[in-house]
């Protein structure tokens, strides 16, 4: 008569155990390159906050109320590193990058454009040149936004309110150069 106990491996079973150690093993690579994915463009956008970011020019301009204000602007990049960089991470996990092949150059780009706007217009005060880098920058946060879906949806999800965000950013920037 078969017993109804569910057969476990014998903790004594070498095999057994190199299957659990390489289960471990890949779950810490896992947790490494996520923290990695993520800390990389979040640390990106601090270092240039804390650099270029004081936007004194910004602070002195007569704003309407829906503008936001300077923190604001800084945490909403924050957020959009850290949601980008989870995106980015998943389409990795997938194989993204080596199997579409605009993944990986949009990623970049969309890192690079969202750097340089806060030295851009905060810093110089360049809002003319500000609002063509938005443009550019939404534009390519919606293709990543395209690339990332067909790759993995929940990626997709994770670049809407980045897309949001920059959307709104251009419509700030735009308001910008008639105050």
């Known amino acids: 008569m078969a017993s109804n106990t569910p057969k476990h ?5 070498p095999t057994a155990k190199i299957r659990q150690e390489k289960k471990k093993g890949k779950a810490h690579s896992a947790l490494r390159s996520l923290a990695v994915a993520i800390m990389a463009p979040l640390s990106l956008t601090m270092v240039i906050i804390i650099l270029f970011g004081s936007g004194q020019k910004y602070r002195a301009l007569a704003k309407p109320c829906w503008v936001p204000q300077l923190w604001f602007i800084h945490l909403a990049a924050l957020g959009s ?3 980008m960089g989870l995106s980015g991470w998943l389409v990795w996990v997938e194989g993204g990058f080596r199997v579409e092949s605009d993944a990986l150059p949009l990623y970049i780009a969309q890192i690079s454009l969202s ?4 030295p851009l217009v905060l810093r110089m005060g ?3 040149t500000g609002l063509l880098f938005c443009f550019v920058h939404l ?3 919606f ?7 067909s790759i993995n949806p929940i990626a997709g999800d994770f ?3 980045c897309l949001v965000w920059v959307a709104f950013l251009t419509i700030v920037n735009y308001k910008l150069i008639y105050l």
């Open 143 to 149: 293709m990543c936004y395209r690339s990332f879906r």
């Open 159 to 161: 670049v809407k309110p």
């Open 9 to 13: 491996p014998s903790t004594d079973d």
């Open 115 to 118: 750097v340089i706007w806060d």
């Open 139 to 141: 534009g390519t946060v």
């Open 81 to 83: 590193s850290l949601f």
């Open 126 to 128: 360049a809002v003319r």
